[in-house]
């Protein structure tokens, strides 16, 4: 599956979030680590919901960049 991942400043820190599994957020000192973070914190969100016996949601958030 593939998810949309919102990464942002924090200070001197990254975070990312994924707004189709809430909960599921990571922080890290560059945006590539992050971005490494963020993958296994999704595999693991998705385990855990396995594990539970809980149904994992789709993706359906989109991220766009648009000109103002």
Same mark, same amino acid.
């Given at each position: 599956m593939r998810y949309a *991942?919102?990464?942002e400043r924090a200070g001197d820190n990254f975070s990312a979030y994924v %707004?189709?599994?809430p909960g599921c957020?990571? =922080?890290? %000192?560059t945006p590539e680590? *992050?971005?490494?973070?963020i993958r296994e914190a999704i595999r693991f969100h998705?385990?855990?919901?396995r594990a539970d016996g809980e149904p994992v949601p789709e993706p =359906?958030?989109?991220?766009?960049y648009v000109d103002a």
């Open positions: *991942v919102v990464i %707004p189709d599994l957020i990571a =922080t890290a %000192p680590a *992050v971005e490494s973070e998705i385990d855990g919901l =359906t958030s989109r991220a766009e």
